[in-house]
């Protein structure tokens, strides 16, 4: 298809346009920086397009676009004028066969994964009306900020960013808003696959720097091991499928204490068909995949089910959904990037005359500002993290460098804070316009992760990031740091239950009317704080394995990072350099503090639960300890002897063959399409013709606000704004309060939408119409099952627009 290759090709145009900023700002890795071209040129024509918008200086049009591209050219003319030339054409000469695999890994992931979409280029289920809605208002929208498809009058009250970078896309390739939905989420899986591998061949290039050939083919795991491989709840299916530890009872039924203790959500039930080497549906389901993100079990005080998400990057990609969390997949990666340039010194002065005493080049602090607070924009959960990363991968370095003290916290929180002052300040027309649900710190009390949900949630990548800590260990015993670290790992597990314990006491004493009080002990149905505190403490200890595990795997990380002693300075060199290829360990024990935080905190929105916290972090946990298990592997593989090797190569053996169950399975079931049907990449052309019909018609005419059928999240309802790019007089309520909390009163509307089509007083009818400036007026099945429907008014009082067999759109003066 033209699509898919013009689409491709801008995103080759925009890659060799941010080559020199690569070179120049990443230049200290290995590849400098080559893989993290697209999504660096990507992001920069994006926010220069965004910026100048927001302040009135561009038009959402073409012409725009191609004028933003005109000054990331300039920043590029810039970095190119500051760059080693010989240097650049000698590496390319040496490094050709790396770049001719780089682009091939990028042309055959973008490929394949455009393939699947187009086998079944759903746009109906789950977020997936939303997310089209999105892209289709920003096409339409004449300026920065884009309106709201589902709430006329405003603009989009969301993290907007990774769908801007789409509709541009779409606009300069001139795609539907469906299609662009389907190459959005190929562009997404090739520049995702794509920073896993350079993070992977970066640190492998810097721990063997001859053996390019062996680093460029290992580091292919890492891409596997994070986007594809699944967890160990595929193995499950399997196992429940071939009626695996199941036995009659007296009675004929089938029972297993196995599957009852491993309460893994539908897996408790017995099967009720032949065993078969196929995962089984259950009741009415039939998208048995979606159980992989649904592994934690939460319960409340009285033992009811708290549901708890816990995606993985394979489960997002056979979902389908373009949500923001998969669209910065590519962008943390080049986030993790920036911050192994730091750690590597590749962005140091030698003086403390930096901004704010840091001893950091100014314009690598203004890029670094740009791309973290660009991660607010497309998932806001990602800025706080890779700003922890961040500065705490400076830290590192400079601990390295002079030796830990008070200065390294000092310079740690110094920078936290610069960056993130920044990074709000370079994108505040989107925080103007933005409202949160987002309402404070809650304690997790009664949850602890069980260590049989942590391991099927994480077994396939922490087995070889665990054997390579012991491994390392083993190599380089000192009983004495390994037990500092592990006493450094209870004490923070100890202090964060403390303060977990402590939290719901000082919100009742100290703000003794907070509703965070109220609402916690409210949803998890306790009747008193008393008898809340009792029962956490009872069932931590009561559901030791997920914390222990966490324990052990931070007493080892803690303990290779613990200070040797003091060193020369001759020999701190040494050290440093030695240090130079572990930033693998930087990103494990980052990891680590990412699953450990929700198992004591949460964030307070509008579930009331840790579902979402658990669901955010766990998956950049998994990318990130994705990336550090292709590593271990590799280094296992390639530097063991003996025992110790064929010990890797059964764990290696192990962790592919549980692990590539689930996408082997899922994939082909997901997006297996009929016989008779055609690939398409733009599922709108799979709807029904009548309806259509009347969303082309929809695209065609002027912008302005419509009125339809009002409906529940995760229906039918906003068809006609979601595909056509007009604005609803109101689409999902339910979504609009999640995006927009208390600030907007929604029930005003859907009684008014009601009123307007049940009435049969004109005037009536027409007074709601003016109020919301109403111009497309849609009745079709919908409408017409969704209320006591009076068309008499409109039909004598109103133009006829369009019209079909089953669809009427009347037009208000």
Avoid: C
């Avoid at 929700?598 to 669901?615: A, H, S």
């Avoid at 998956?619 to 010990?647: D, P, T, Y």
């Avoid at 109101?730 to 859907?750: K, T």
């Amino acid at each position: 298809m033209i699509t898919v290759l013009l689409w491709y090709l801008s995103l080759v145009g925009l890659g060799l346009l941010a080559l020199p900023l690569a070179f120049r700002f990443l230049g200290k890795l290995p590849d400098r920086g080559y893989t993290f071209i697209r999504p660096l040129g990507l992001l920069l024509w994006s926010f220069l397009f965004w910026i100048l918008g927001s302040y009135g200086l561009l038009q959402n049009n073409t012409g725009s676009l191609l004028t933003a591209l005109l000054f990331l050219g300039g920043l590029s003319i810039w970095a190119w004028r500051g760059l080693d030339k010989k240097e650049i054409r000698a590496w390319f000469k040496s490094n050709r066969g790396y770049v001719l695999g780089v682009e091939a890994l990028f042309l055959i992931a973008f490929l394949a994964m455009a393939f699947l979409r187009a086998s079944n280029p759903d746009l109906g289920t789950t977020e997936k009306p939303m997310e089209l809605g999105f892209i289709n208002a920003i096409l339409r929208s004449p300026v920065m900020p884009p309106h709201d498809p589902w709430l006329s009058g405003y603009s989009i009250s969301y993290y907007y960013f990774g769908f801007l970078m789409v509709a541009m896309l779409a606009k300069i390739t001139a795609a539907t808003g469906g299609a662009a939905f389907s190459l959005g989420i190929a562009m997404t899986f090739a520049m995702a696959a794509l920073g896993a591998y350079g993070l992977a061949y970066n640190l492998l290039a810097l721990r063997a720097p001859n053996a390019r050939r062996s680093n460029a083919w290992l580091a292919l795991l890492a891409p596997l091991l994070t986007l594809v491989l699944g967890n160990v709840e595929g193995l499950l299916e399997i196992l429940h499928a071939r009626h695996m530890f199941w036995s009659f009872d007296s009675s004929g039924g089938l029972v297993s204490d196995f599957w009852a203790w491993l309460d893994v959500k539908d897996l408790a039930f017995a099967p009720t068909t032949a065993p078969a080497w196929q995962p089984r549906l259950y009741g009415t389901e039939n998208w048995w995949w979606w159980r992989a993100s649904r592994v934690i079990n939460d319960l409340s005080f009285s033992g009811g089910q708290l549901e708890v998400i816990d995606e993985i990057p394979a489960f997002s990609f056979v979902l389908g959904d373009l949500h923001p969390h998969v669209l910065s997949m590519p962008f943390v990666y080049l986030a993790a990037a920036l911050a192994f340039q730091l750690y590597q010194g590749g962005a140091t002065r030698s003086d403390a005359a930096g901004w704010l005493g840091l001893r950091i080049q100014s314009h690598f602090l203004v890029l670094s500002a740009v791309i973290l607070g660009g991660l607010a924009f497309i998932n806001i959960w990602d800025f706080p993290i890779y700003l922890v990363l961040f500065a705490g991968a400076y830290a590192i370095f400079q601990a390295e460098q002079y030796g830990w003290g008070m200065q390294r916290i000092s310079e740690f929180l110094t920078l936290l804070l610069l960056l993130g002052v920044g990074g709000l300040l370079l994108y505040l027309p989107f925080y103007l316009g933005f409202s949160s649900q987002a309402g404070g710190v809650l304690p997790n009390v009664l949850n602890p992760t069980r260590g049989a949900h942590l391991w099927i949630m994480f077994g396939t990548l922490l087995l070889p990031i665990v054997a390579y800590l012991i491994g390392t260990w083993n190599a380089h015993w000192q009983p004495s740091r390994l037990l500092r670290g592990f006493f450094l790992a209870l004490a923070l597990i100890i202090g964060l239950w403390v303060l977990s314990l402590f939290l719901p006491w000082m919100y009742a004493t100290l703000f003794a009317d907070s509703n965070l009080t109220a609402d916690a002990l409210t949803r998890l149905g306790a009747p008193d704080l008393a008898s809340l505190l009792g029962e956490s403490i009872r069932r931590r200890i009561a559901n030791p394995g997920g914390w222990l595990s966490l324990l052990v795997l931070l007493g080892m990380l803690f303990g290779l990072f613990w200070p040797n002693g003091a060193q020369p300075k001759t020999e701190k060199k040494k050290s440093r350099e030695r240090a130079a290829g572990r930033f693998h360990l930087i990103l494990a024990l980052f990891a680590a503090l990412l699953v450990l935080a929700p198992e004591f905190i949460y964030l307070r929105d509008q579930f009331g639960t840790r579902m979402n916290t658990v669901f955010k972090f766990y998956m950049q946990a998994w990318l990130i300890w994705g990336v550090v298990a292709a590593v271990a592997l590799s280094i296992m593989i390639r530097e063991w002897r003996g025992l110790s090797r064929w010990i890797a190569g059964v764990i290696a053996i192990f962790l592919l063959a549980a692990g590539l169950i689930y996408p082997a399975f899922a994939f082909p079931d997901r997006y297996r399409r009929a016989n008779d049907q055609a690939l398409e990449l733009d599922g709108a052309q799979r709807l029904a013709a009548n309806d259509l019909a009347a969303i082309n018609w929809l695209r065609a005419q002027p912008l302005a606000p419509l009125v339809e059928a009002v409906g529940g999240s995760y229906t039918g309802a906003g068809r006609m704004s979601v595909h056509s790019g007009q604005t609803a007089v109101l689409g999902w309520p339910g979504h609009e309060g999640q995006w927009r909390g208390d600030s907007v009163d929604f029930a005003p509307r859907i009684a008014e939408i009601e009123t307007l089509y049940t009435t049969n007083e004109w005037l009536v009818a027409q007074a709601i119409l003016e109020k919301y400036d109403v111009r497309y007026i849609v009745i079709g099945f919908l409408e017409r099952n969704t209320y006591g429907l009076d068309e008499g008014k409109f039909q004598e009082n109103l133009e006829v627009g369009f019209q079909n067999d089953s669809i009427t759109i009347y037009l208000a003066p």
